[in-house]
């Protein structure tokens, strides 16, 4: 199992930037895909990037290309989500997610994730 604590939200103006972080708990951290998610009031949970654990490139969703970049780092079991060039319609619950996917997964839906941060706010003002 492993336990997954997101920092780094907050309320940014337009145009700025924020990096988010996903702490995760246990020894096999490597042995995770790892996405990040987000959800704003009324819209279902939306796919934003994702990490393969091995022998993948990371991945964007098309509405955050060239302005947010995923990185992971397994010696501190950690996730980045950096994100430049903010627009309000950024603004949402961000989650971080795990699991340990078999090849063919759907890495970009939230249903393939078992394990899920309790999520931080951004907020991205006009």
């Known amino acids: 199992q492993v336990q997954l604590v997101e920092s780094g939200g907050g309320l940014v103006q337009a145009g700025g930037s924020l990096r988010l972080s996903c702490a995760a708990s246990?020894?096999?951290?490597?042995?995770?895909?790892m996405g990040w998610f987000r959800q704003s009031p009324g819209k279902e949970r939306e796919f934003v990037a994702g990490f393969p654990r091995t022998g993948g490139s990371p991945n964007q969703a098309d509405s955050v290309k060239g302005r947010f970049t995923i990185s992971r780092d397994n010696a501190k079991n950690t996730v980045f989500l950096q994100m430049n060039s903010l627009k309000p319609e950024d603004t949402a619950v961000y989650y971080c997610?795990?699991?340990?996917?078999?090849?063919?997964?759907?890495?970009?839906?939230?249903?393939?994730?078992?394990?899920w941060g309790q999520g931080t706010q951004v907020t991205v003002s006009s």
């Open positions: 246990g020894r096999t951290f490597s042995a995770y895909d």
């Open positions: 997610a795990a699991d340990p996917m078999v090849p063919g997964s759907r890495w970009w839906d939230p249903f393939e994730y078992g394990y």
